[in-house]
């Protein structure tokens, strides 16, 4: 019984599809083997199966095989032709949907025109904060800036629920007029294209990211300089909507609506210890506004200071106080402790204002400036009183002294005398009684002189009872200065409401 099959698929010029012959008996079939060939892709492969495969079994499993790997390469083949033709319709799809929705589209016009005031949702995100300048009142801060509002005509229907754009589209319809009312610098960062983010649901609420770097002032009052704390504040709103056409709200609550990076801050004399949150309205000649306000509220660093200013002020006003303890006699060395520590506190003064903006008010370091300076020139002054009364006793001993001098000078002159008269007239010595009794009586009053010579020394180098007194004074005065300073300007800390912690 001769049985033939014949299963034939050409092969079309766009797609390779299998071409099969496979014949048991008649005139194609030979008496040692059949040949079963198939071009796949427009590669012949030739399978010599029913000879090698020893009979009609090999022969039927050899097509199994065969017709396994042809449905599963047709399947594939619809997969990825599928898979393919679903990606260029969704993005035909895409075409479609951006350009019907900017289709009659007027970005002069606000969502909402004649209808309702529209909402503008914002949210900060602070990326790094600092520098802060003291001498120009200012600090920089770089952020995320987020907007969030509804458009009713950018509402559309489709596959996906969110349309992921970037700033091509957001230039192409209406977005927010916000401006900082206290910057005086503002950059939005174009590097390598602008950082702008733009996300439209299918509601037709948007969300509107940019990234900013802004230089805002900061008023600050610096009557207790270095030990001050500041609050920075950054307010923003509407350039050109009134309050009854477009208002701001926060996007959360008043604890999240600001947040500020863990390693954000980029300070070195300050401390970030919190931003606070809230809103205001300001009344202009064109109307009134919303303003969005968010105070960084900042505790200055003291060490840079107590290491550059405090401790070489408190070292000289001790450096001053060394001189009451030298010789009063020491002019040269007192005067050299006085005038030295006056001129360092001269400067002392000068260079710690350089830091600073010419302000009319005396800070706290100028208050302890003033005080040292004052101890200083108070020691100089203490020495010139000491100096002036020592010269006073000086000149009145010096007076005595002399005429002690003179009168010893008479009494060994009177003993030469005698002694030349004894010479003189020795054979005369003992009949004359008087000369005796002249020469035993003269060389006691010499020395009685000497107690006075002793005692005015003992004056010359005594010590001044002002000197004395200062070396008890000074310190205590200064120490206790001291004690009031410190106690009363580091227990001082602002209390703040609604402050959110930094982290």
């Not at 949150?277 to 840079?304: A, D, P």
């Not at 005369?428 to 020395?447: C, F, Q, R």
């Not at 200062?470 to 200065?481: D, E, K, Q, T």
């Amino acid at each position: 019984m001769n049985i033939q099959l014949h299963m034939n698929s050409r092969l079309d010029s766009s797609k390779a599809h299998p071409q099969l012959y496979w014949t048991h008996g008649g005139s194609r079939a030979a008496h040692s083997a059949s040949l079963l060939c198939y071009s796949v892709l427009g590669k012949p492969l030739l399978l010599r199966g029913c000879s090698e495969m020893k009979g009609s079994k090999g022969c039927s499993y050899g097509l199994l095989v065969y017709l396994s790997l042809l449905v599963a390469w047709q399947t594939r083949s619809r997969v990825g032709v599928s898979a393919s033709d679903a990606f260029k319709n969704n993005i035909t799809l895409f075409t479609r949907i951006l350009d019907r929705l900017l289709d009659g589209y007027d970005n002069r016009l606000r969502p909402g025109l004649g209808d309702r005031v529209t909402e503008v949702k914002t949210d900060i995100y602070v990326t790094s904060f600092g520098p802060v300048s003291d001498a120009d009142m200012e600090y920089t801060v770089d952020v995320f800036f987020r907007q969030c509002w509804t458009d009713e005509r950018l509402k559309f229907r489709g596959p996906m629920n969110i349309l992921r754009l970037n700033n091509l589209m957001a230039s192409k319809i209406w977005t927010p007029d916000t401006f900082f009312h206290n910057g005086k610098k503002s950059v939005a960062h174009n590097m390598t294209m602008p950082n702008k983010l733009l996300r439209i649901m299918e509601n037709g609420t948007l969300l509107y990211t940019m990234r900013l770097t802004v230089q805002a002032e900061c008023p600050m009052h610096l009557e207790d300089f270095p030990m001050d704390s500041h609050s920075c504040p950054l307010k923003f709103g509407s350039y050109a909507y009134t309050l009854t056409e477009v208002t701001y709200v926060w996007m959360r609550n008043a604890t999240f609506s600001v947040e500020v990076a863990p390693d954000g801050s980029r300070l070195n004399q300050y401390d970030l210890r919190g931003q606070t949150v809230g809103n205001e309205t300001i009344k202009s000649s064109t109307g009134e506004y919303t303003v969005m306000t968010v105070h960084f509220h900042l505790k200055r660093k003291i060490g840079y200071f107590v290491i550059q200013t405090y401790l070489p002020c408190i070292m000289t006003v001790i450096l001053s106080q060394v001189s009451f303890w030298l010789n009063r006699e020491s002019v040269p060395a007192r005067t050299v402790f006085g005038v030295t520590t006056v001129l360092t506190m001269t400067t002392l003064s000068i260079s710690a204002r350089n830091s600073l903006p010419k302000v009319a008010y005396a800070t706290a370091m100028d208050w302890f400036i003033a005080v040292c300076y004052a101890f200083v020139f108070s020691a100089l002054i203490e020495f010139a009183t000491v100096n002036y009364f020592t010269k006073r006793g000086w000149a009145w001993d010096g007076k005595s002294v002399v005429n002690d001098k003179k009168k010893e000078g008479s009494i060994m002159k009177k003993n030469n005398a005698y002694a030349v008269a004894v010479a003189n007239y020795a054979p005369h010595i003992g009949k004359d009684s008087a000369l005796p009794t002249v020469s035993k009586s003269a060389p006691a009053e010499p020395a009685k002189a000497q107690p006075v010579a002793k005692e005015s020394k003992k004056t010359f180098n005594s010590v001044s009872k002002i000197d004395r007194m200062s070396r008890i004074i000074f310190p205590v005065l200064f120490g206790s200065f001291n004690l009031v300073y410190w106690a009363t300007y580091l227990n001082r800390e602002p209390v703040i409401k609604n402050m959110v912690p930094s982290h």
